[in-house]
């Protein structure tokens, strides 16, 4: 059965892309414009194999969504990816502590995020 | 600029002073008028002028007079005067060149800070030239592969094309000897039942015989009894041969009856041995006409000839699907990637974001400046240098921060190429 990934960015750009790419990966692909409409997604029931988001997003950062994401029932284990133009190193530690599985600069080929996608999600 | 007007007062000691002053002025007036007076009769006996030029004359001795008694009383306020007079020249020198000063700073800032943002942009003008040719790039790549395929698809079309035609020429050549097979089958056919027919007759002739033989055995048996019979006879009388000619008689009876048979026998073994023999003739005849059996060979070369051709045209289309499963590989590659460079739009974006904001702050600064140049607003807080450092504070990217400090000129510690995937 496909996994399922959820790509939370507020570019339409970024979740066309990477909606394509997963999807021509095999994987099953939703999709948020920030940190809150995701969290409102994943309290009604989606329910995805592992999340990919953005840092800087307007209403809810990426830093924030990840606190708050781990707690959520269900959802304390989940692998998340983050991936961010940011380069500055504290946002880094800051992801790590809220409990970030990977830090991901962008732009990143499809072929690259598959290969780490599989290294984090068994089964994929 | 602004003038201070309130000077003068304070250097002749404030509103005080400055009753003080025309006080002054009036009782010296008056002082010269008075001395004026009595004078004048000496004035004008000593000069001997008219009476309208002796008052010209008079008044313009009483003002001067006046005046320099004013300015010997005041000479100390009056220095203070000078002094302001240099002062506030100084002052509005001063302030020229602090004005000089600062616009010449913002005109300077402002190519810095325009060197900043246009290198930003040029960075990002870059930026997207690099993925847009990337892109590009793959998709030409992506067009030669549906090309390649294309040629392939359309090579297998003509080889089985090809393979078609020659099939149909060498199934319609095999329609003629299967024809011919066909007909050689059915007279092959029709000969063998005549076959059958024929020896199924001489199986019906044969078990015709076989009464005859049953006869033949019973003949002899009973000749065997007559012999003996007739052994017995012999025996018993010497005379009485004549039982023995009874006895003679019957055996030739017996023996004639035999031989009847067994000629009969004889007629009908010739008679089967003669079918027999036909029956070869036939058999040898129907060998004989083996030319029929070279269509055999002629098809089957043709059907191995077939199979070969397929067999090579099973090979081709083998390489031609591995190259178009190899090619569709490729091309689903290049898409993925190409999909993941699309992203450069989301990086350009933020980049050109800050930019923009530098814009913004750059025109609200002309504000205040064209404010405080007309005289209604304040000198500018900051300076648009100063700016420059809050524009790098809000940077994301190491490259923002990299040509910012390209631009202006700054040799930064080399950050090293953080890894672009890492996993915690």
Not at chain 2, 370 to 394: D, F, I, M, R, Y
Request: charged share 20%; aromatic share 6%.
């Amino acid at each position: 059965m496909a996994k399922t990934i959820m790509v939370v960015d507020d570019s339409a750009t970024m979740r066309l892309s990477l909606k394509s790419g997963l999807e021509l990966a095999g994987f099953k692909v939703e999709c948020a414009g920030d940190g809150v409409l995701a969290l409102n997604q994943l309290k009604s029931g989606v329910k995805p194999d592992l999340i990919i988001t953005d840092i800087n997003m307007p209403n809810m950062g990426g830093l924030e969504f990840i606190k708050n994401l781990r707690t959520l029932p269900g959802f304390r284990f989940t692998p998340v990816l983050a991936l961010t133009t940011e380069s500055q190193q504290e946002k880094k530690d800051e992801a790590k502590k809220f409990g970030a599985t990977g830090w991901l600069v962008k732009p990143i080929t499809g072929p690259d995020l598959v290969k780490v996608i599989k290294q984090v999600l068994p089964g994929a | 600029m602004k003038i201070d007007l309130t000077l003068p007062g304070t250097i002749f000691g404030g509103s005080t002073g400055l009753t003080r002053l025309l006080a002054t002025m009036l009782s010296c007036m008056i002082g010269v008028s008075v001395c004026a007076y009595f004078l004048h009769p000496w004035f004008h006996g000593l000069l001997g002028l008219s009476y309208e030029l002796d008052i010209a004359v008079t008044g313009m001795a009483a003002s001067f007079s006046t005046c320099a008694l004013v300015a010997l009383i005041y000479r100390k306020h009056f220095a203070g005067i000078h002094d302001y007079a240099i002062h506030t020249h100084q002052r509005c020198s001063a302030q020229h060149i602090s004005i000089r000063d600062s616009y010449h700073q913002a005109v300077s800032d402002l190519s810095q800070y325009n060197n900043v943002l246009g290198s930003q942009l040029r960075e990002s003008i870059e930026q997207t030239e690099t993925a847009v040719l990337g892109i590009v790039s793959r998709m030409v790549n992506i067009h030669e592969q549906t090309n390649i395929q294309v040629e392939r698809i359309g090579s297998s079309s003509e080889k089985s094309g090809e393979l078609i035609a020659v099939t149909q020429d060498q199934v319609r050549r095999n329609q003629q000897v299967i024809q011919a097979l066909n007909a050689f089958s059915s007279s092959q056919t029709t000969q063998l039942q005549d076959n059958l027919t024929r020896i199924q007759n001489l199986s019906d002739e044969m078990e015709q015989m076989r009464p005859m033989v049953d006869a033949i055995s019973e003949i002899a048996d009973m000749t065997n009894l007559l012999a003996l019979s007739a052994a017995i006879e012999a025996a018993r009388a010497g005379e009485a041969g004549r039982g023995f000619a009874v006895v003679a008689d019957e055996v030739r009876r017996l023996s004639s009856q035999t031989n009847k048979a067994a000629s009969e026998i004889a007629a009908r073994i010739t008679k089967v041995a003669g079918q027999a023999q036909v029956e070869t003739e036939n058999a040898r005849h129907t060998i004989e006409l083996n030319e029929d059996s070279h269509k055999f060979t002629s098809l089957a070369n043709n059907l191995s000839s077939i199979e070969e051709r397929f067999k090579i045209a099973s090979i081709h289309l083998e390489e031609i699907i591995s190259g178009i499963d190899e090619a569709n590989r490729i091309i689903v590659e290049e898409v993925a990637i190409v999909l993941g460079e699309i992203q450069f739009q989301d990086v350009l974006r933020q980049r050109l974001e800050h930019v923009r904001s530098g814009l913004d702050y750059l025109n609200g600064f002309a504000q205040e400046v064209k404010l405080w140049l007309e005289g209604s607003g304040e000198v500018p807080e900051k300076h648009l240098n100063e700016h420059l450092a809050t524009l790098k504070e809000k940077y994301v990217m190491q490259e923002q921060r990299t040509t910012h400090n390209a631009a202006l000129g700054i040799k930064a510690a080399s950050s090293g190429s953080a890894s672009k995937i890492e996993l915690f």
